[in-house]
T-cell receptor, first 114, second 111 residues
């Protein structure tokens, strides 16, 4: 398996633009997580899904952020409109409930909002 | 989930064992101890987890004290590639699959 796949790996955009980050979890995994990492706040959980259903979105900073999981092999995190303070590395992770719940992380998307 | 306390940084010598401490004095009976690490510019990587008993796998050993208020991650023979931030996380499996990452310990393995 190729592991968790994220795209793009790097994104530079201007304030006010819409940004869409994509994630393909490991096949067979039933949990998907979106995290954000900054120097100031560390690694924060934004939202997670179980069987494509959002379970906990309490970490989503505000209404500008939305996440979807239309099927078991794809998820998106959208920011509209983007702001400079959204600049961060965004990680997607997946796990399988039948295992040790070990989460497998993708390589991340480095987002810069100018 | 219970809070954990880790030293912010530590150095260790290549080839020697690295012992990483973690305090979790408010841990409850259902909570597991997980360890992850994050090598620079990569996503976090699972290392090991345990409940009460000591655990060992191909990466590391986890020693949990009898009262479960603290634990130690042991990297038996540290290499330069083990330089990373190591996170100790306490998690109740029954409460969902969330992981709450703290500041971790920045480990520098020196030649």
């Amino acid at each position: 398996d190729a592991g968790v796949i994220q795209s793009p790996r790097h994104e530079v955009t201007e304030m006010g633009q819409e940004v869409t980050l994509r994630c393909k979890p490991i096949s067979g995994h039933d949990y998907l997580f979106w995290y954000r990492q900054t120097m100031m706040r560390g690694l924060e959980l934004l939202i997670y899904f179980n069987n494509n259903v959002p379970i906990d979105d309490s970490g989503m900073p505000e209404d500008r952020f939305s996440a979807k999981m239309p099927n078991a092999s794809f998820s998106t995190l959208k920011i509209q409109p983007s702001e400079p303070r959204d600049s961060a590395v965004y990680f997607c992770a997946s796990s399988y409930s039948g295992s040790a719940n070990e989460q497998f992380f993708g390589p991340g998307t480095r987002l810069t909002v100018l | 989930d219970a809070k954990t306390t880790q030293p912010p940084s530590m150095d260790c010598a290549e080839g020697r064992a690295a012992n990483l401490p973690c305090n979790h004095s408010t841990i409850s009976g259902n909570e597991y101890v997980y360890w992850y690490r994050q090598i620079h510019s990569q996503g976090p990587q699972y290392i090991i987890h345990g409940l009460k008993n000591n655990e060992t796998n191909e990466m590391a050993s986890l020693i949990i004290t009898e009262d479960r208020k603290s634990s130690t991650l042991i990297l038996p023979h540290a290499t330069l590639r083990d330089t990373a931030v190591y996170y100790c996380i306490v998690r109740d499996k029954a409460a969902g699959n969330k992981l709450t990452f703290g500041g971790g310990t920045r480990v520098l393995v020196k030649p």
